[in-house]
């Protein structure tokens, strides 16, 4: 990387759609339909998208026409003239969520695949089999006292529990809000605590790396620290137990078929709450619409996954994370998902062979996962993927070249990036554009997004901070417990109001494509040049000797800056000197000489928060001199013994 953020020239592509793919697409099908409907030419998706931001209001409104999205009381205004984050979209307008999930798919094509680790047989649950059991589950909480706008909070793994209680909370009108038990009590009750649930929905456990986990511990301690919560439902799933003294058994929620019914309620009820990683702090509890998720899910599902009646989407995900959200909008499109349960190096090549053995045709998968698999060696069985979405973090020109030379060569690789605080993507590939290694394809449609300099000014080819200028519709309504906005406004609206402040780095380059370089809070600045942590990890994580690698810079007083490599080398090695030398013979000739670090040091692991982030920024609050117990949320983190490593390190360094 050059020192302005651009590369010294644009990557080859690995892989360009063919014009008979872009014809056959559903993204064609849209703008077919759209120049029909503005009587003017579509001929790309670059077309589109400068439509979309010149008239946003016209952009969504044509998704909800072209998705045919139910109203069933009239919006008066398409979105109001506040700026962000007091923007109201489809005022008036009622709906709901889940109605819109369940009404396409055939009776009896397959809704819910469900898959757990060890090869064991998918199970499969049909569009009417799942509308059937979401309204019994909607007619018990109903009988229950749930009414529109209570909370109901879940602790469960990707199973079919999970969807169906979702769908069926949405359809009574209440406020779901999910974490996966690999969440401890601590961290699940720091959650759920905040919204006072009335209903609480639990497993006993999951499965992971071959191993039963038992979670009946974590659920007493959840019922006896949630005091608002009246009725609880125990899933029985990994254990054969009776439910516990004052429990409600999961087959009783489904026992009693009720009328599907939908409360339609307003374009901005709430319809979740998803939570930030929460690695400072209380975590922020995020808000979403069930009109603003509704379009997100047409637009996201429905033209960029280009999701229809009949296929079928895996994300490997857990339920505290967003894409488990997401995913879950595919229902909409008639189109089913694969819900797989447990670890994805069970074995290493586990969620390849999933993907193929369910046939599935899209699969949304983080950056981490591939890396894994092409590390271990593991080849994947033969599949019929026409599509593989990357999220999480950036995935490395390695991972590309490693999909292509083994899941498919005729295979869109689609790297994209958003996540928790919108319930989908900023930035990604089309149908149009050609995968080149290492670079996100463009921008979608409807976000008016751009990459600012300290100036508040658009920069193309160097690094900047991602700006969003427009607001859209899947944007939080508001956060929880922040009635007059002011921690909404402080989390992305401080720097420029009005604007939003996602807090990445990334390069715009000039054909369109995107660069993100790493969080804009923890990416490093050295003498005055803003170097990504991911350009990092991309070139030192693929060293046979090294397991994984954390990159801290910490500004120290007289305007001197200390550079940290943190390495975590791989079984049988170690990190000295001949190690250190290759490090830094490797950022030197891959990357610049100001990326070789002033310290290599020696570590035990890399701790990361539950949604696999590095924590980047905690660590560099610790190496800053702040106590562990205001640098970071121990119970938002996989490893704390890890943590608690780098506290001590820091407090020796500092002594």
Known sequence: ??????????????????????????????????????????????????????????????????????????????????????????????????????????????????????????????????????????????????????????????????????????????????????????????????????????????????????????????????????????????????????????????????????????????????????????????????????????????????????????????????????????????AGIVLYEGSPGFPADAVWEVAARTEADVMLIGAAVITATANSGAVPPRNRLRHVMVSGSALPPAGYHWIMENVGDDLRIDSTSGGTDISGAFVGANEYTPVRAGRIGGVLAGVDCAAWDEDGKPVVDAVGDLVITQPMPSMPVHLWNDPDSTRYTESYFDTWPGVWRHGDWVTMHADGSISIHGRSDSTLNRQGVRLGSSDFYDVLDTLPEITETLVIGLELPDDAYWLGLFVVPADGHAVDDELKQKIVTTLRTRLTNRHVPDEIVQAPAVPHTLSGKKLEVPIKKLLSGRPLEKAANIASVDDPDALRWYARFAAERTT
């Not at 019914?261 to 990683?277: A, C």
């Open 1 to 334: 990387m050059t020192p302005s953020g651009a590369t010294p020239h644009e990557p080859d592509p690995l892989w360009t759609p063919t014009q008979a793919r872009i014809e056959g697409s559903a993204l064609r099908a849209f703008l077919d339909r759209l120049e029909e409907r503005e009587g003017r030419p579509f001929p790309d998706h670059d077309a589109l998208h400068a439509w979309s931001v010149e008239d946003v209001g016209r952009f969504w409104l044509s998704v909800v026409e072209y998705f045919g999205v139910e109203f069933s009381a009239p919006w008066t205004e398409v979105r109001t003239a506040e700026e962000m984050p007091r923007t109201r979209w489809f005022t008036g307008a009622r709906l709901n969520w889940a109605q819109h999930l369940l009404r396409r798919g055939a009776d009896a094509d397959a809704a819910l695949v469900c898959v757990r680790e060890g090869g064991t047989p998918a199970r499969e649950i049909t569009f009417a089999e799942l509308r059937r059991s979401v309204a019994a589950a909607a007619g018990w909480l109903r009988r229950a006292g749930v009414r529109p706008g209570d909370r109901v909070g879940a602790y469960l793994p990707n199973t079919e529990h999970a969807v169906i209680a979702c769908l069926a909370t949405a359809a009574v009108g209440a406020v779901w809000a999910c974490c996966s038990p690999d969440f401890g009590a601590d961290g699940t009750i720091g959650r759920l605590a905040q919204l006072e649930p009335t209903v609480l929905i639990a497993a006993d456990g999951y499965h992971w790396n071959g191993r039963e986990i038992d979670r009946g511990d974590v659920v007493a301690q959840l019922r006896a620290n949630l005091p608002t919560v009246r009725h609880v439902v125990h899933v029985p799933y990994v254990f054969d137990r009776p439910a516990p003294d004052g429990a409600t058994p999961w087959s009783e929620l489904l026992a009693t078929d009720a009328p599907a019914e939908f409360e339609q309620v307003e374009f901005s009820h709430p319809l979740w709450v998803l939570f930030t990683s929460g690695t400072t702090g209380l975590p922020k509890g995020l808000v979403h619409g069930h009109g603003g998720i509704t379009l997100e899910g047409a637009k996201w599902a429905g033209l960029y996954a280009g999701m229809r009646p009949g296929e079928r989407m895996f994300a490997f995900t857990s339920t505290g994370w967003a894409l488990w959200n997401m995913q879950v909008d595919t229902l909409m499109h008639g």
